[in-house]
T-cell receptor, first 112, second 115 residues
Framework: AQSVTQLGSHVSVSEGALVLLRCNYS??????LFWYVQYPNQGLQLLLK??????LVKGINGFEAEFKKSETSFHLTKPSAHMSDAAEYFC??????????FGAGTILRVKS | GAVVSQHPSRVICKSGTSVKIECRSL??????MFWYRQFPKQSLMLMAT?????????EQGVEKDKFLINHASLTLSTLTVTSAHPEDSSFYIC???????????FGSGTRLTVV
């Protein structure tokens, strides 16, 4: 069965510091992987996605993620955190049948 | 980019009444729409998947007679919570897709409170 594991339900960084949110997946077929951000009482906004091709994917707001098949990982990074990055982040795996499998989410806190 | 409009954003209703939530893809045709429920501080729980013109496929444990889904066109899906009870209070989010590789676009969510 396909699954997504996000390590760390809460991550706290200082403003200007590196952001690293971890995501590991399990899939028996080549995966489609996504990162979404959710602000309170709002829907999800796509940050970036990996389907095929280049394994380093650049997204919006300075985020990027690298697909590493050997490590079954798709970690999300941003070189310098901004206060506006404080939100909840979800890693998701595109499943056969057109569904998305979500990780449990990671709440990012940015300290001034 | 792809936009999905979800209405209403917030609704309060009395127990026993029904509430309809609309989800529209504004600038693309969604072959599939999804309805999720999100409890506080939790991830999204898929309730059902709907394809235009066919019956929705419900996830295990989701009552299809309580959560009625209609996908009348490639741009509109509705979720009706029938005979709502306080335990149905939650955040409901829709998502539309034109295929997995193309990605999924989410609505802004509906906060339902049943009193």
């Amino acid at each position: 069965a396909q699954s997504v594991t996000q390590l760390g339900s809460h991550v706290s960084v200082s403003e200007g510091a590196l952001v690293l949110l971890r995501c590991n997946y399990s899939s028996s077929v080549p995966p489609y992987l996504f990162w979404y951000v959710q602000y309170p009482n709002q829907g999800l906004q796509l940050l970036l996605k990996y389907t095929t091709g280049a394994t380093l994917v650049k997204g919006i707001n300075g985020f990027e993620a690298e697909f590493k098949k050997s490590e079954t990982s798709f970690h999300l990074t941003k070189p310098s955190a901004h206060m506006s990055d404080a939100a909840e982040y979800f890693c998701a795996l595109g499943e056969y049948g057109n569904k998305l499998v979500f990780g449990a989410g990671t709440i990012l806190r940015v300290k001034s | 980019g792809a936009v999905v409009s979800q209405h209403p954003s917030r609704v309060i209703c009395k127990s026993g009444t029904s509430v309809k939530i609309e989800c529209r893809s504004l600038d693309f045709q969604a072959t599939t729409m999804f309805w999720y429920r999100q409890f506080p501080k939790q991830s999204l729980m898929l309730m059902a998947t709907s394809n235009e013109g066919s019956k929705a496929t419900y996830e295990q444990g989701v009552e299809k007679d309580k959560f009625l889904i209609n996908h009348a066109s490639l741009t509109l899906s509705t979720l009706t919570v029938t005979s709502a009870h306080p335990e149905d209070s939650s955040f409901y989010i829709c998502s539309a897709s034109a295929g997995t590789k193309n990605g999924y676009t989410f609505g802004s969510g509906t906060r339902l409170t049943v009193v």
